[in-house]
C-alpha cells in the first residue's frame, strides 16, 4: 500500500480518521464522563458555599471551560493524534502486515506511551479541573513527563531499526521500560491533598471513565485508520 499511496493522501485519510476518532471521544465524553464532572462540580460548589467562596459568574465560566475542552479539546487531540500516527507509519515503513493490524499497533503502541504511562505517574486530579493555578502545575507535570516518555519510545524505536536481532522488539521494550522508569523517579510527585478530600467513589468513577474514553479513542483510531488505509484509495494494494 505504501508504494502507491501517495504521501499526500496517507496524511487526508490521517486527518479525516482523526477527526471520526475526535468524535467518538466527544460522545464518550458527553455521555459518561459528563455525568461525573458534573458531580464532582457539585461537590465543588458545595465546598465553595460552605466557605463563602462562591462567585456565580466566575463559577459558571469555569464549568463552560469544562464542556467546550470536551467539544474543542476533544477534535484538536484527534486531529494530532491522526497526524501523529499518520506520519509514524509511513516513517516506519511497515510491509509483513495488514493497513489494519499495523494502524492498531501504532495506535496501541501510542495508547501506551502518551497514555497509559503518563496517567500511572500523574492520574487526573479533580482540583485540576475547578482551579487554574493547581491545573497548571499539574498539566505541566503531566505534559512534561508524556514528552519524556515520547520521544524516549520515538527514538528508541528508531535506533533499533537497524538491529537485526530477532529478539530487537524485547531490547527496545526493555531499554524504554528502563529510561521511563528512571523518569517517573526523577519526575516530581503530584499530590493534592484536596483530592484526598474529595469522594473517592466519585474519583475513582471518573478517572474510570476518563480512561475508558481514552482507551475507546485510541483504539476506534486505528480501527478508523486501517479501513480508510485498506478500502480509501483505489491505489490500495492487497496489503502492506
Not at 86 to 94: D, H, Q
Not at 162 to 174: C, T
Amino acid at each position: 500500500m505504501m508504494g502507491t499511496l501517495q504521501t499526500g493522501k496517507v496524511f487526508v485519510l490521517s486527518t479525516l480518521a482523526g477527526l471520526l476518532a475526535g468524535g467518538v471521544l466527544v460522545g464518550i465524553n458527553l455521555g459518561l464522563v459528563q455525568r461525573y464532572n458534573t458531580a464532582l462540580a457539585d461537590i465543588e460548589l458545595e465546598n465553595l458555599l460552605a466557605a463563602g467562596e462562591f462567585d456565580e459568574q466566575e463559577f459558571d465560566i469555569q464549568m463552560r471551560s469544562i464542556y467546550f475542552s470536551q467539544l474543542y479539546g476533544s477534535t484538536i487531540i484527534g486531529l494530532a493524534a491522526g497526524a501523529l500516527v499518520g506520519g509514524t507509519f509511513i516513517a516506519a515503513k511497515i510491509r509483513i502486515m495488514s493497513p489494519l493490524r499495523a494502524a492498531l499497533l501504532i495506535a496501541g503502541i501510542s495508547w501506551f506511551v502518551l497514555y497509559v504511562i503518563p496517567t500511572v505517574k500523574y492520574p487526573p486530579s479533580p482540583t485540576a479541573m475547578f482551579d487554574p493555578e493547581v491545573a497548571g502545575t499539574y498539566k505541566e507535570l503531566l505534559a512534561g513527563y508524556t514528552v519524556v516518555s515520547g520521544l524516549s519510545a520515538l527514538g528508541i524505536a528508531f535506533g533499533f531499526r537497524k538491529v537485526k536481532r530477532k529478539k530487537k522488539v524485547l531490547g527496545a521494550a526493555a531499554l524504554y521500560l528502563v529510561v521511563v522508569s528512571g523518569a517517573f523517579i526523577a519526575f516530581p510527585d503530584y499530590l493534592n491533598k484536596d483530592d484526598s478530600l474529595l469522594p473517592q467513589p466519585v474519583v475513582s468513577a471518573w478517572r474510570s471513565a476518563i480512561s475508558l474514553s481514552m482507551t475507546a479513542f485510541w483504539f476506534a483510531l486505528g480501527i478508523i485508520f486501517g479501513l480508510l488505509w485498506k478500502y480509501g484509495s483505489k491505489s490500495a494494494g492487497r496489503g502492506i
